[in-house]
């Protein structure tokens, strides 16, 4: 019994922390998608002017 509330608990922080991964990681890709869409729109507008 004690060692199943173990393992539970266990499985429980297991998870919890990779929900915390997984939000940082999607936050670091759309940080990274705007960069590189910013860099292109910029780099677009500077074609246009010549």
Do not use: P, S, T
Not at 10 to 34: S, T
């Amino acid at each position: 019994m004690i060692r199943q509330l173990l393992l539970h608990w266990l499985f429980a922080r297991i998870v919890g922390n990779g929900m915390y991964i997984i939000r940082y990681v999607v936050h670091a890709v759309i940080i990274e998608v705007n960069l590189l869409l910013k860099k292109k729109l910029l780099f677009n507008i500077g074609l246009q002017r010549f």
